[in-house]
C-alpha cells in the first residue's frame, strides 16, 4: 500500500507509476487541488493506493477507521441501514476511486483500489458505484 500524505510523495507516486490509469486519475486531482493558493498539496488531499496483497485491514489502519462500516454509527456493508463513509465513489476500467472528507478544513483521502480486490469489500464498490 502507498500511502501519501505530503506533496513529495504524491508527485512520487505519479512519476513512478506504470499504472496509466492510476497515474491520470491522480494527475487530474493534483490539477483541480492546485486552485488552492497558499495550501500544500499534502494539506488538501491524502492519497492511499491499494496494492496486490494488501489486506483490508492494513487499509482500515491506513484509514483509521473501517472501510466496510459507517466511520459514523458502525453499521457494516450488508446490515441494515447501512451507508458509507465516502462522498463520491467512481468504477474506472482497472480500479475504484473513494474520496473520503475528514476535516471541515476540508482534507480529505483519495483511495484508489484495483479492480481484483477483496471479494467484500469489491462487492461494496460495485454496489454504490453503479448506483
Known amino acids: 500500500m502507498q500511502i501519501c500524505r505530503d506533496t513529495y510523495s504524491i508527485y512520487e507516486v505519479v512519476r513512478s507509476t506504470q499504472d496509466a490509469e492510476l497515474h491520470g486519475l491522480m494527475s487530474a486531482h493534483i490539477e483541480r487541488l492546485q486552485e488552492y493558493?497558499?495550501?500544500?498539496?499534502?494539506?488538501?488531499?491524502?492519497f492511499i493506493v491499494f496494492e496486490h496483497g494488501d489486506t483490508v485491514a492494513d487499509l482500515d489502519a491506513a484509514l483509521g477507521f473501517?472501510?466496510?462500516?459507517?466511520?459514523?454509527?458502525?453499521?457494516?456493508?450488508?446490515?441494515?441501514?447501512?451507508?458509507?463513509?465516502?462522498?463520491?465513489?467512481?468504477?474506472?476500467?482497472?480500479?475504484?476511486?473513494?474520496?473520503?472528507?475528514?476535516?471541515?478544513?476540508?482534507?480529505?483521502?483519495?483511495?484508489?483500489?484495483p479492480s481484483d480486490t477483496d471479494c467484500e469489500m469489491l462487492a461494496m464498490f460495485q454496489h454504490y458505484a453503479r448506483q
Open 37 to 46: 493558493e497558499g495550501l500544500e498539496l499534502g494539506q488538501l488531499a491524502h
Open 66 to 113: 473501517p472501510v466496510m462500516a459507517n466511520r459514523l454509527d458502525g453499521i457494516r456493508f450488508g446490515e441494515p441501514g447501512f451507508l458509507p463513509s465516502w462522498e463520491v465513489i467512481e468504477e474506472h476500467i482497472h480500479s475504484f476511486e473513494c474520496v473520503y472528507v475528514l476535516e471541515d478544513t476540508g482534507l480529505g483521502v483519495i483511495l484508489f483500489v
